[in-house]
């Protein structure tokens, strides 16, 4: 498992150090920490319990969609220019079900949550957008139970999403974002916060 996990991230690095390319989850975080993460992308290489977990989660339930039909891990990208500047927005969706249409994102919570987190709504309508889907749902897997939302597309401006990216607009985005945050202590908007359940 940490060889999947390390490996991974070790094999990402080059890309990360490129500033033409985009994650999907870099468009719903704090904007600051992309450009911390395109500087010092070997801060970018963890290995927490929670991430195995998480790791281990959806690679469970991964197969179980796959067994059903589902193709998982499908890879997206979008090309989005600004200012003749061509970027590369890319994602991996954690499960396609191509015949009813749907794309389905795995989370992990610590507990069981009432509502989709807004950054994960974010994140599933980005994906919508990206492969003009409709439906999406949210999986989410907590120790005590495991909940969907069924998520419909709203529009996104891709464009717009990279501009505030690249200007650096929002710093942080969400107040709990600098406690989870491996950049918290070289970042200059670090703000402190409790943890909260949130992730």
Known sequence: ??????????????????????????????????HLKKTYPWLSVTFEPAAVLGTIAHLGLGQLLKER????????????????????VKGRVDALDRNNGVV??????RSTISAPQEHHVKQLNIYLNMLNYD???????APSRIVEFTITREPVDLEREVRDLV?????????????????????PYYTAQSKSDVK
């Open 104 to 109: 389905i994102e795995i989370k992990t919570a």
């Open 1 to 34: 498992m940490y060889e999947k996990i390390i490996g991974e991230q070790v094999s990402r690095l080059s890309e990360l150090q490129d500033p033409r390319v985009i994650y999907v989850t870099d468009l719903v975080y704090c904007t600051h920490k992309f």
């Open 69 to 88: 039909g589902a193709d998982v891990e499908v890879e997206v990208s979008r090309e989005v220019v600004l200012n003749g500047v061509s970027y590369i």
């Open 135 to 141: 439906k999406g749902i949210l999986v989410y897997i």
């Open 167 to 187: 200007e650096n607009n929002y710093h942080p985005r969400y107040a709990w974002e600098c406690s989870y945050c491996h950049f918290s202590k070289l970042c």
